[in-house]
């Protein structure tokens, strides 16, 4: 039997996820004129609720037909000149995208590195940036959460530095967003990247750019080449309701859904229950003796990361969990590949789904020949849950 | 009874367009993997369906996630150097969307201007290039259908003129596409542009990019700036089967499904049906009395531009329709607005969408007090098809 070729499968990867019910049959709504008094009001919802979800009165959010990379390619194109000098934190493979975008770009591209499966601590970078006059990064580019790593940067610490450095605060977090708690204005970010199939839990294809008021004014002086992802068209047109271009309706209808569910269950139980899922998973991969890939200081609440036990490779495990039980894990990127897998836990999850994955991950292990004591994960798992009902 | 507010209606738009249920249908599947076996040969069948469609053996087909301004930009971006002389044809909107991208990129742009409404003239194309040595312009970009001015520009006689002053030869075929005859090898087209939302009858949120051989050698060594539409990219990714980024997947299992049905209609059938609504739609207009945009000679097979009778607005008449009917219509873009309506007819439709929108039409200038003969164009427009049985 293999379940996974019948859709009969459950994706615990960090994105795309399983797109709940209610999401997925609204995509099957009927095509409505993305110019027309129905699609208004829906983009118009859409764009209120993503400020109240990305905490924000003072700067915009604009939707974007395309998946992350493009709000990522957004985030540098249309703030800088040609030439800036920017600061990449990189702690995992979306650092390195960032860049290698801002260097398709021509800035001047600076990366501090940390130890992939560290936060990026906001020590290093302010001993970094006091190296330099203040103002010689016109930006500072960060991962909320990295997601090839598991883990969560402190956009908190990290924002008064950067700030009082002079930068611009750029952050992606596209698989952050709505799962951590995110404070637009109280921390000062400038620019934020988001995507739909992350914590959202709709179909990749939908990418957001949160834009402070600063983050418009260089938008309006840059120089950098850009038109589709072009914050200024998107801002124009946005007065009067309409996005600049065709927009991706079917996949409108989904992110208005998941906004609506977002607010039902409350942000705050929606990312209450992200740090349930991702303790029930931690604590499971412990009791299994696996060592996790992140410390728990910086651990990320959609991803948890696990070195595979010694002469076991990853793909085993992740190909048994398809093949067998239809359940789909990630393998490592970069510097991780064939010595991790990761475990996704975001969006409209709940215990069942990190159950039968631990059910069946216990399975798996066994057969490749690992020794752990049987029942212990979940056991462990029901614990978490247990004492957060 | 607004039926529109109920879903219950009748897109007659130049896209999006009514989605037949069958690739609604689809648009709801669960999410899979976009790393997985399974969206593989999703992937595979639909690069390769294109490619039959683009009438491409030699060149390659890429999938964005985005809207077919996406893959304008995609056009300019990756084919040209900072400061090359390009040249755009210009009959409508869109054209001049091809300007402002040019522009944006910082290409010296001159626009060769056309009458809206008619075709660009291959012998003025010829003139004007005459006029300077040959590779003065590095390109020579160009609508296939103008959705603006509901022309179709005649590709096969432009390209010898543009080939032989050795520009590439660049089109945007996003409302072409599929509907209009196209031949990416035969008429030796360097970068073809289109989109899903038109003639393909999917949602909108992906746009396609034909590219020739010699165009991903220019591609090799251009430096404009450029990251998530950067055509390098996606061919290497493509070698090992899979798009470079996140892909749109409920949007994939769309295009997949339009595939498979347009081959099942046989590629010629769904043209010739195109030429038969067109043809019933331009034989009703003019039992209507009421005056077409585009000349027989360059009608577009996709979309229909009409003159709004003396004294009616073609607000009114479009705001009557979708509120009485239910059916959509488009107004005029431009030097257009106000002026004219625009009738659609693309995609997986029939008699019955064309008869239901004329006896509409019919009450809808009765109601704002134009005079004809009632019935007039519906019975044109049964003339039609019934000659095409």
């Known amino acids: 039997m293999d ?31 993305h ?107 960060v991962q909320h959460n990295e997601t090839s790593t598991a883990i969560l940067n402190d956009l908190e610490k990290l924002s008064p530095i950067i700030k009082e450095h002079g930068a611009l605060f750029v952050v992606d977090s596209i ?49 950098l080449p850009r038109f589709y992802f072009d914050v200024r068209k998107y801002h124009e047109s946005y007065k009067k309701g309409q996005p600049p271009f065709t927009a991706p309706i079917s996949l409108y209808f989904s992110l208005e859904e998941s906004i609506k569910m977002i607010f039902e269950e409350g942000l705050d139980n929606f990312q209450k229950r992200h740090i349930v899922l991702r303790d029930s998973v931690r604590s499971a991969v412990k009791a299994l003796g696996l060592k996790l890939v992140s410390d728990d200081s910086c651990a990320s609440p959609v991803v948890t990361g696990v070195f595979s036990p010694e002469g076991i490779s990853p793909q085993d495990i992740i190909n048994t969990m398809r093949k067998d039980f239809g359940i789909v894990l990630a393998g490592g990127q970069s510097q991780f590949k064939g010595k991790i897998f990761r475990i996704g836990h975001l969006g ?42």
């Not at 839990?201 to 840059?222: F, M």
């Open 175 to 223: 698989s952050g967003m709505v799962a951590a708690p995110f404070e637009m204005d109280k921390w000062k970010v400038d620019v934020v990247a988001a995507a739909s199939q992350k914590a959202f839990g709709c179909p990749p294809g939908i990418s957001l750019l949160g834009v402070s008021k600063e983050a418009l004014n260089r938008a309006n002086n840059a120089n």
């Open 3 to 33: 379940r996974f070729l019948n859709d009969n499968h459950m994706l615990m990867i960090p994105g795309p996820i399983t797109v709940p019910p209610r999401i997925l049959r609204v995509n099957s709504r009927p095509m409505i004129n």
């Open 35 to 141: 110019r027309g008094p129905i699609f208004q009001k829906i983009h118009e919802y859409c764009v209120d609720g993503l400020k109240k979800i990305f905490k924000t009165d003072e700067g915009e959010v604009y939707i974007f037909a395309s998946v992350g990379t493009g709000a990522m390619e957004a985030c540098v194109s249309n703030f800088f000149n040609r030439d800036d000098r920017v600061l990449v934190l990189v702690n995992g493979n979306f650092g390195q995208r960032f860049v290698q975008i801002a260097n398709a770009y021509g800035l001047n591209v600076d990366a501090l590195e940390f130890v992939w499966g560290q936060y990026a601590d906001p020590e290093k970078v302010k001993d970094h940036l006091s190296k330099y006059p203040k103002g010689t990064y016109k930006g500072v580019l």
């Open 348 to 389: 409209f999850i709940g215990a069942t789904e990190i159950f039968s994955t631990f059910a069946a991950l216990e399975l798996t292990l066994d057969k490749l020949g690992y020794k752990f004591e049987k029942g212990a994960s979940v056991k462990a798992a029901q614990k978490v849950f247990e004492e957060n009902m």
